[in-house]
């Protein structure tokens, strides 16, 4: 299944714009405006975050918001314009969770092509065992592996996430993990 965003009118003219290839040689079909011929292209979304540990456990946050309201999650969101994948991960962990931390390396790489994401998560060593966790956060809290509420867990990036963050912190070595959620 190809993923398609609703892209239903031309964000130069506001004209209905129909999906085909365009003329110009491309090979995918496009949102192409038949008023001013503008290309839409419709691109994935990164999803930053990381994976904030204190000694043997890694802090989780309870959703306040949609979707998976409850469920718990690694902090994580949407990249914004002109920050890197790094200071996203950051900004999100911060808003999130309230958490004092230093980033570190990149452990997931994940592309999800059914809703047109790549999910990018980072370690981050936490500075202490205090957090203020914003509005989007019931509640922000320690786990170790055997306590993490895994049916619980609101996405499956942060679950597969999780498994190899755990994996490698047992190996003693941290890798880059990059695959498919399919």
């Known amino acids: 299944m190809m993923f398609r965003s609703p892209i239903k009118h031309c964000r130069n003219c506001g004209t209905t714009v129909v999906y085909r290839i365009p003329d110009d040689g491309d090979t995918r079909e496009r949102a192409v405006c038949p008023a001013c011929d503008t290309i ?3 691109n994935p979304l990164p ?7 204190w000694g043997d456990q890694v802090l989780l946050c309870k959703r306040n918001i949609e979707p998976r309201w409850g469920k718990w999650t690694l ?3 949407f990249m914004e ?3 890197t994948t790094e200071q996203g991960a ?6 999130e969770a309230g958490a004092l931390f230093e980033m570190q390396g990149l452990i997931t790489v994940m592309s999800v092509p059914r809703v047109g994401q790549v999910h990018l998560f980072y370690r981050a ?8 966790p914003g509005h989007e956060t019931i509640e922000a809290r320690l786990f ?3 306590e993490i509420p895994w049916e619980e867990i609101a996405f499956r990036t942060v679950k597969e996430t999780l498994h190899r963050y755990f ?9 880059v993990h990059a695959f498919d959620i399919v």
């Open 125 to 132: 060593k936490l500075l202490s065992e205090a957090f203020n």
């Open 40 to 42: 839409h292209y419709e």
């Open 75 to 77: 902090p994580a969101g």
């Open 167 to 175: 994996e490698d912190r047992r190996k003693g070595r941290f890798e």
């Open 90 to 95: 950051a900004r999100e962990t911060d808003e």
């Open 47 to 53: 999803v930053v975050g990381t994976v904030p540990h």
């Open 144 to 146: 170790t592996e055997d």
């Open 81 to 83: 314009l002109g920050e």
